[in-house]
């Protein structure tokens, strides 16, 4: 079984939170990707877990400095989880470990451009990481790349780490990235792409919850 996290990636206020209203039932994690997060700010978050109380909500910050000092006001608002890149210093993702453990929520580093991923995942379990991000990301998927190697091969460390995979993943991969290891399911335009994004997330999520 695994977890599903929905993706949004709009840079508009209203459209955002329209569309998690339609698929907050239907999802386990409702995240706010990047550039979403960056272009409306805190108040997203704010408005987002005072209405989806029974969701756990990721803020995909990809804070690559001051990490303790960059996530804790994220925490503080209500995320469940904060992203880190597996690129930055390790203090700067110890800061994000440290300040997740502050607040009882957890800290996920995003292999996304990582070269050696198989040391960095070691190290930063060590460290304390609480999910690994096993992440390709769209200019890497209109070039053609899929999760599906990387994803092998941190869950081949068997670190005993929730490890969370996007990249292009729809319900035809679902299942496929399930066995695989995954234990966070993240789907976006498979998903906000529907014509149906209720019955998209919903097809997804109960893929992912099957044993």
């Known amino acids: 079984m695994a ?3 929905m993706a949004l990636d709009s840079l508009d206020f209203d459209a955002t939170v329209a569309l998690a209203t339609q698929v907050a039932p239907h999802v386990d994690i409702l995240e706010i990707g990047t550039p979403c997060i960056k272009h409306n700010g805190i108040k997203l978050l704010e408005v987002l877990r005072a209405k989806f109380p029974n969701n756990k909500i990721l803020v995909d910050l990809k804070t690559a400095d001051a990490g303790f000092y960059e996530a804790e006001p994220f925490f503080k ?3 469940d989880i904060v992203t880190v890149l597996g690129i930055s210093d390790i203090g700067t993702i110890k ?3 440290d300040v997740a453990n ?3 929520k957890k800290a996920q580093v995003d292999l996304i451009n990582v070269a050696d991923k198989a040391a960095v ?3 930063v379990a060590a460290a304390g990481a609480h999910i690994i991000g096993v992440h ?3 200019d890497q998927q209109a070039a053609g790349q899929t999760p599906f190697a990387d994803l092998a091969l941190v869950a ?3 670190l005993g780490v929730e490890i969370s995979v996007a990249g292009g993943v729809k319900a035809a991969t679902a299942a496929q990235v399930r066995d695989a290891g995954a234990t966070i399911i993240v789907a976006g335009a498979a998903i906000y792409g529907a014509a ?3 019955a998209s997330a919903a097809e997804i999520t109960a893929i992912a919850h099957a044993a």
């Open 156 to 158: 081949g460390l068997k």
């Open 196 to 198: 149906d994004p209720a």
């Open 95 to 97: 800061g994000v470990i």
């Open 121 to 123: 995942t070691k190290a």
């Open 136 to 138: 390709t990301g769209l």
């Open 3 to 5: 977890l599903t996290q």
């Open 102 to 104: 502050k607040y009882g």
């Open 77 to 79: 608002a209500g995320a």
